[in-house]
């Protein structure tokens, strides 16, 4: 099976920077993904890792590195509108993906 | 393409009554996925189907539930009977590949279920 670790909590600045971390235990391992999800909203695709390095998409960045079993989302320029829960997701060989808990990111001024 | 369309948007239901959830798939994806959401548990797999075939029903979580796809453009989720435990936001998904790389799953805007 696979199990996913990541911050429940996270609050930060308007303008500023976040990383959101996601460490995760499976017996294989075939990406990782992000996903953003607002309040009352539905799960929206971010990003997805393959393999190791920075992935990035405007503002959106996101890291793995599969010798440690970790990724990260990093949000630059943050806006009042990223505040949202974020999602790692991971899968094994044949498997549909398993989400994290979430973390819920607020923005504030 | 609409996206994934799901309905109905709310549900309130007694304790018993059976409850039909539907989802219509985004047109050419090979994958449709039901999840349930709760704070409790998060996002939970209930069943897969690939090219309207049930490949994992593993995370049902009892012979209440039940899951069909016809066709490649419709999939319901029943209940029966429905408890209250069963109250939470159901979504449908849909993919094109199963490894989520690419453009990812779409997911529908959800059913929220009460059971009362």
């Known amino acids: 099976g696979q199990s996913l670790e990541q911050p429940s909590e996270v609050t930060a600045v308007e303008g500023a920077i976040v990383q959101i971390n996601c460490t995760y235990q499976t017996s294989g391992f075939y990406g990782l993904s992000w996903y953003q999800q607002h309040d009352g909203g539905a799960p929206t695709f971010l990003s997805y890792?393959?393999?190791?390095g920075l992935e990035e998409t405007g503002r959106f960045s996101s890291f793995l590195s599969r010798s440690d079993s970790y990724g990260y989302l990093l949000l630059q320029e943050l806006q009042m509108k990223d505040s949202a829960s974020y999602f790692c997701?991971?899968?094994?060989?044949?498997?549909?993906?398993?989400f994290g808990k979430g973390t819920r990111l607020s923005v504030i001024a | 393409d609409a996206g994934v369309i799901q309905s109905p948007r709310h549900e309130v239901t007694e304790m018993g009554q059976e409850v039909t959830l539907r989802c219509k798939p985004i047109?050419?994806?090979?994958?449709l996925f039901w999840y349930r959401q709760t704070m409790m548990r998060g996002l939970e797999l209930l069943i897969y189907f690939n090219n309207n075939v049930p490949i994992d029903d593993s995370g049902m979580p009892e012979d209440r539930f039940s899951a069909k796809m016809p066709n490649a453009s419709f999939s319901n989720l029943k209940i029966q009977p429905s408890e209250p435990r069963d109250s939470a936001v159901y979504f449908c998904?849909?993919?094109?590949?199963?490894?989520?790389?690419?453009?990812?799953?779409?997911f529908g805007s959800g059913t929220r279920l009460t059971v009362v």
């Open positions: 998904a849909s993919s094109l590949v199963i490894t989520g790389s690419g453009y990812g799953y779409t």
């Open positions: 997701a991971v899968r094994d060989e044949g498997t549909p993906l398993v």
């Open positions: 047109s050419g994806h090979d994958y």
């Open positions: 890792n393959g393999l190791d």
